[in-house]
C-alpha cells in the first residue's frame, strides 16, 4: 500500500519563527489532507489539497502530486500552534482507504 | 451541526471483555472509518465503510469487527478485549470517495483502557 513519511519527527522553535512541514508519499494520490492534533487530542482540518497551493492565516499548503510531496508552511508561530501535525492521503491504488503519516510534533517556546 | 460523534468518550475494560464503540454523523457522508492511534504514533486503519452495506479491512483489522448500521453509524466491536487494545479510537467519515472531495472529519475520539 501507499506509504506517507513526515519529517522533521520533532521540531521546537520560538514563538514568532517559521516553519516548513514535509510529507512524502510512494504513490499516486486522489487526495491529501493536512491536520493538526492540539494538546487534548482533537483533530482539525487544515486543508484539503490534492495539489497546488492554498492559505488560510499564517497557514499555507503546496501540493505537488508529480513529485509527490506536500508541504505545510507555518509563519510567526504562536505557542497555540503546538501540537502533531499530520498528513494523510487516498492513492490512486487504494481506493478509498484514508492513509496516515506518522505526523511531526510542533513545540512552540513562549 | 454535531458533526462526527463518538460514544462512550472513555471507557475502562478488563481482559476478555467486549464492547461496542458507537459512532455517528450527520453530514449524510457515504464513507466512515475507524482508527486507532496509540501514544506518540500517527493514525492507523482499523476498518473502513466505502459505502453503506460494504465493510473493508483496514491496516490493523485483527481482534475487531465492525457493522454499517445505515447510512449514519459506523460501529466498532471488540469481542475480547485485550491490553494491547489499549488505544485512542476515533470515527471519521467523507463524502464519497468517488469523486474528488473527500475531505474527512473526524470524531472527538474514544480514549480506551484494557487492564
Known amino acids: 500500500g501507499i506509504q506517507v513519511e513526515q519529517s522533521p519527527p520533532d521540531l521546537i522553535l520560538q514563538e514568532g519563527a517559521n516553519s516548513t512541514l514535509r510529507c512524502n508519499f510512494s504513490d499516486s494520490v486522489n487526495n491529501l489532507q493536512w491536520f493538526h492534533q492540539n494538546p487534548w487530542g482533537q483533530l482539525i482540518n487544515l486543508f484539503y489539497i490534492p495539489s497546488g497551493t492554498k492559505q488560510n492565516g499564517r497557514l499555507s499548503a503546496t501540493t505537488v502530486a508529480t513529485e509527490r510531496y506536500s508541504l505545510l508552511y507555518i509563519s510567526s508561530s504562536q505557542t497555540t500552534d503546538s501540537g502533531v501535525y499530520f498528513c494523510?492521503?487516498?492513492?490512486?491504488?487504494?481506493?478509498?482507504?484514508?492513509?496516515f503519516g506518522s505526523g511531526t510534533r510542533l513545540s512552540i517556546r513562549p | 451541526n454535531a458533526g462526527v460523534t463518538q460514544t462512550p468518550k472513555f471507557q475502562v475494560l478488563k481482559t476478555g471483555q467486549s464492547m461496542t464503540l458507537q459512532c455517528a454523523q450527520d453530514m449524510n457522508h457515504n464513507s466512515m472509518y475507524w482508527y486507532r492511534q496509540d501514544p506518540g504514533m500517527g493514525l492507523r486503519l482499523i476498518y473502513y465503510?466505502?459505502?453503506?452495506?460494504?465493510?473493508d479491512k483496514g491496516e490493523v483489522p485483527n481482534g475487531y469487527n465492525v457493522s454499517r448500521l445505515n447510512k449514519r453509524e459506523f460501529s466498532l466491536r471488540l469481542e475480547s478485549a485485550a491490553p494491547s487494545q489499549t488505544s485512542v479510537y476515533f470515527c471519521?467519515?467523507?463524502?464519497?470517495?468517488?469523486?474528488?472531495?473527500?475531505?474527512?472529519?473526524f470524531g472527538q475520539g474514544t480514549r480506551l483502557t484494557v487492564v
Open positions: 465503510s466505502a459505502s453503506e452495506g460494504t465493510t
Open positions: 471519521a467519515s467523507c463524502p464519497d470517495f468517488w469523486t474528488m472531495n473527500t475531505e474527512a472529519f
Open positions: 494523510a492521503v487516498v492513492g490512486y491504488s487504494s481506493a478509498s482507504k484514508i492513509i
